[in-house]
Each structure stands twice: as structure tokens, then as C-alpha cells.
């Protein structure tokens, strides 16, 4: 059952190292060829200290599984909407700093029943614990 007590909820903090071989394999499933996402030296020439991770490169980080999430029917689940904020971008090489906080909870009645709507933010602190990027995502779940 999921109700607005989540609000609030924040899971442990999930350290995620950024690899080269990552960012090339998730650049070429997006079909991005950009030098910079595939090519150390191309993203050195650039200005980069190493490849630079690609700007929905935060969709990959699913190892953060909340104790709710897991009680889900994932046949009842949608993608809603999902956003980026970066403050800056990150690299190849970093350690991120990922924890997730539940930012809503809210029910509609749409023409084939009750929808759950629940609102989630994602972010990533590098070694400094300075904020990387804020991602938010809705999460739809019927009936």
C-alpha cells in the first residue's frame, strides 16, 4: 500500500563509481557519437580532466531500491516524467554520492481508475560533498 507517509523518506546513501566503459556503452545506446562521451583524448582536447558522462547518464544509477519500491507490482508501474538540474557536470573517474528522498505523494481518478502519483528526487555530491545534479522523477501506479 502506498500512502503520503512516504513523504519525506530518504534511503542510505549509494556510492557509485563513474566508468569509462559505462559512459561509451550508454553514449552508443543513445546514439550520442560525441568524441567527448567516447574518446579520453578528444575529451582532454576539450577541456574535460576525463570522458564526460552524458546528461541522462543519471538514468543508469538504479541501485538505490527503496523498501517501498520493492513492494510494488511493477505491472502497475509507470514512468510519469523524469528531469535533470546539474550544477555541474561530472566525469569518468568520480565517486558519486547518491541519495534519494520521496518529495510527494498524491492520488487522481483517471478514466480507468485511481492513479498514485509519487514524486522523487535523486541526488549526486561529489568527494567535496558538493551537489552534482538533482534529478526528479514521477512515478505512476495504478489501481
Not at 550520442?32 to 564526460?52: F, I, Q, R, T, W
Not at 511493477?74 to 520521496?102: D, M, N, P, W
Amino acid at each position: 500500500m502506498i500512502d503520503r507517509s512516504l513523504i519525506g523518506k530518504v534511503n542510505e546513501p549509494v556510492y557509485l563509481d563513474i566508468e569509462k566503459g559505462a559512459i561509451r556503452k550508454f553514449a552508443r545506446a543513445i546514439g550520442d557519437d560525441n568524441p567527448v562521451y567516447h574518446d579520453e583524448a578528444a575529451a582532454k582536447a576539450k577541456g574535460y580532466p576525463s570522458l564526460l558522462a552524458p546528461l541522462t547518464f543519471p538514468t543508469t544509477f538504479r541501485e538505490i531500491e527503496p523498501e517501498w519500491y520493492t513492494k510494488i507490482d511493477k505491472s502497475t508501474l509507470l514512468h510519469g516524467e523524469q528531469e535533470y538540474e546539474y550544477f555541474r557536470r561530472f566525469y569518468a573517474g568520480e565517486r558519486i554520492k547518491c541519495i534519494e528522498k520521496v518529495i510527494d505523494v498524491f492520488e487522481k481518478t483517471g478514466r480507468n481508475g485511481k492513479l498514485t502519483f509519487i514524486v522523487r528526487d535523486k541526488e549526486g555530491f561529489d568527494g567535496a560533498e558538493e551537489l552534482i545534479f538533482r534529478e526528479r522523477q514521477t512515478l505512476v501506479v495504478r489501481g
